[in-house]
């Protein structure tokens, strides 16, 4: 057969890609699906809108470029990941709208649950520290605030589950026998996840009050799950991936130290530390990378940032001073420099490497002198730092220092952004040819499942750098912006009062 095809389920949209056995793309289709901002700090999807959204954009590919299902050796699956969705078994139908990752309704749960052992107390466990960002308290906010679910998981018809889970439930039948399963790389982000057995823990059920009978089963990321019904009739559900680690995978960052950063809504950097889990002190989380099938785990160090590309849209559908995200970095380039203003954009408080839900967006160094163009500016370098920030503490964390960074992601179409990226780093950016590199990670482990592709080394041969940026600025002007970032952040803290 002659392709491996990917669903990537992102926080903004949805694709449907198809690959060739050379890694290249044979068929894409793409559709956005709309965000709820119910109250401040809120942030909903529909599940079924997602599922139709899905299904729309495989049947436009396929349409579109002429092939048929029975040309596709295997699917996979990736998805923005700790999104989580509860719903009905019987029916098929959610129980409440899907809670975003960016949502931060669960601090006070998440503050109730640090209040004995601090925010780190799980990090042992999990990797990670206790956030409005899991999917854990997600559910129990579920559970605790909306009766039809509590009804639901008396009554044993609940499921739960993050967006891989509910869309392959939806793909092997929904509720004519649908699969419940996910893999090592969501579960490891629900705060339920024990790293080093890779299971559910009691304890930690326990702790938030979810049966273990609503979750899904983990699996390795790579395998045969079953196959699709519907309009893939028949094609093995091969890989499950959140899509960072998806990306990884697609940046073919197999071996320990490899990293790679990815530039869309949020943006995530994540080192590959090999079979072992690494703790942080940097306020980086463990998590799991990926496992392929009858092979040992392979775990990361992440530094996860709420806000890059979100804050490009923010200017555009809220201050309205761009039509559209490319047109940023045209605006920014009618100035020098930032002018001296900075944005903190901690709009659902700091991920990595503060971990503060206290904090809010900032804007400040403003005079009469910042127009438009500084906002701009600033609003790109606001990623920069972000990912300066995150780079330091794994150099700290793993000991190992990055000769160069591979990035993707919707944002590295931006020049001024890549070359102020290598700039405040100072170390060298390198896109590959093939920037969609979430679903061609998704597709490469399913791929790999069905034997489509033999081995890593396969994958890595095909990895080709199109564009690298080098640094240029001066050390002197690097310290002086980035020490000016550093000082910007300290103002967003202690925002939000209890
Ligand atoms: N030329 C550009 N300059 C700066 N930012 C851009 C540019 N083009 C797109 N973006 C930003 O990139 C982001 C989209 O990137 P991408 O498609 O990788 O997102 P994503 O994170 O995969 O989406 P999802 O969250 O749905 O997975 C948007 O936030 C958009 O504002
Ligand atoms: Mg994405």
Known sequence: MKYIAAIDQGTSSTRFIVFDHQGQIAAVDQKEHKQYYPQSGQVEHDPMEIWIRTQEV??????KSGIHP?????LGITNQRETTVMWDRNTGQPLHPAIVWQDTRTDEICQELAKKGGQDRLRDKTGLPLATYFSGPKIKWLIENV????DAVKNG???AGTIDTWLIWNLTGGKNGGLHITDGSNASRTLLMNLQTRQWDDSLLELMGIPASILPEIRPSSQIFGEAHGILEGVPIASVLGDQQAALFGQTCFAPGEAKNTYGTGCFMLMNTGQKPVPSNNGLLTTFGYQLENQ???????GSIAISGALVQWLRDNL???QKSSDIEALARTVDDNGGAFIVPAFSGLFAPYWRSDARGVIVGLTRFVNRGHIARAALEATAY??????????SDSGIDLQSLKVDGGMVVNDLLMQFQADILNVPVTRPKVAETTSLGAAYAAG???GYWKSLDELRAKWAPEKTWSPVMSKAVREKLYSGWKKAVTRSFDWIQE
């Open 147 to 150: 009766p039809s679910v509590a």
């Open 386 to 395: 972000q990912t300066r920030e995150v780079l330091d503490a794994m150099r």
């Open 320 to 322: 309205g001073i761009i």
């Open 448 to 450: 790999l499942a069905v």
């Open 296 to 302: 040992p785990p392979v775990y990361c160090l992440e």
């Open 157 to 159: 018809t609940a499921l």
């Open 58 to 63: 495989i049947l436009n590919a396929l349409q």
């Open 70 to 74: 029975s040309e596709i050796s295997a």
